[in-house]
T-cell receptor, first 113, second 110 residues
Framework: NAGVMQNPRHLVRRRGQEARLRCSPM?????VYWYRQLPEEGLKFMVY????????ESGMPKERFSAEFPKEGPSILRIQQVVRGDSAAYFC???????????FGDGTRLSIL | EDQVTQSPEALRLQEGESSSLNCSYT??????LFWYRQDPGKGPEFLFT???AGEEKEKERLKATLTKKESFLHITAPKPEDSATYLC???????????FGEGTQLTVNP
């Protein structure tokens, strides 16, 4: 049983570049969540998606950040024109239904030079 | 706004020395309270879900309990491999997002 798969595990970008983070949910899970963990801070919710739909994006920064979960393929978190403050660990989680426990991947560590 | 506060921030125990971690919460209608374990460089690993006051769940040396305002994670006779950061999160009945506390970093010395 493969767990939640995130790639890349580590990503280095220069200021102004784009970062694309990918997440494949556990088999049988159609609900995907993205969380961000800033240095010395707790996990913060960003966005909740189902296939082809954004259900809750109340935690997403208003600019430069977007997320999608297409009918086929992984969920993508996209950060345009990255800045130093975007350096963090980004975690994806999935669940079979929205009210069931969320299972997490091992994250993507994003570093901005 | 939902809030979760965990205490202590850090806890050092000797192997076999039992203790409890606290999670205080405020939420507008609790759907569930979740405990996770996180090892360095890894994602949170799901441990328990508690849904209503008075509920208890157990797994090996861990036991989670829930009241209307807080949850406790009791660790009985811990071993060094129990060393990790333990995270508490709440899910409101109005949505699916988890609101996390900042965690308790547990170190168990042999």
């Amino acid at each position: 049983n493969a767990g939640v798969m995130q790639n890349p595990r580590h990503l280095v970008r220069r200021r102004g570049q784009e970062a694309r983070l990918r997440c494949s949910p556990m088999k049988g899970h159609s609900h995907v969540y993205w969380y961000r963990q800033l240095p010395e801070e707790g996990l913060k919710f960003m966005v909740y998606l189902q296939k082809e739909n954004i259900i809750d994006e109340s935690g997403m920064p208003k600019e430069r950040f977007s997320a999608e979960f297409p009918k086929e393929g992984p969920s993508i978190l996209r950060i345009q024109q990255v800045v130093r403050g975007d350096s963090a660990a980004y975690f994806c989680a999935s669940s079979p239904e929205g009210y069931q426990p969320q299972h997490f991947g091992d994250g993507t560590r994003l570093s901005i030079l | 706004e939902d809030q979760v506060t965990q205490s202590p921030e850090a806890l050092r125990l000797q192997e076999g020395e039992s203790s409890s971690l606290n999670c205080s919460y405020t939420v507008s209608g609790l759907r569930g309270l979740f405990w996770y374990r996180q090892d360095p460089g890894k994602g949170p690993e799901f441990l328990f879900t508690l849904y209503s006051a008075g509920e208890e769940k157990e797994k090996e040396r861990l036991k989670a309990t829930l009241t209307k305002k807080e949850s406790f994670l009791h660790i009985t006779a811990p071993k060094p491999e129990d060393s990790a950061t333990y995270l508490c999160a709440v899910q409101a009945s109005s949505g699916s997002r988890l609101t996390f506390g900042e965690g308790t970093q547990l170190t168990v010395n042999p």
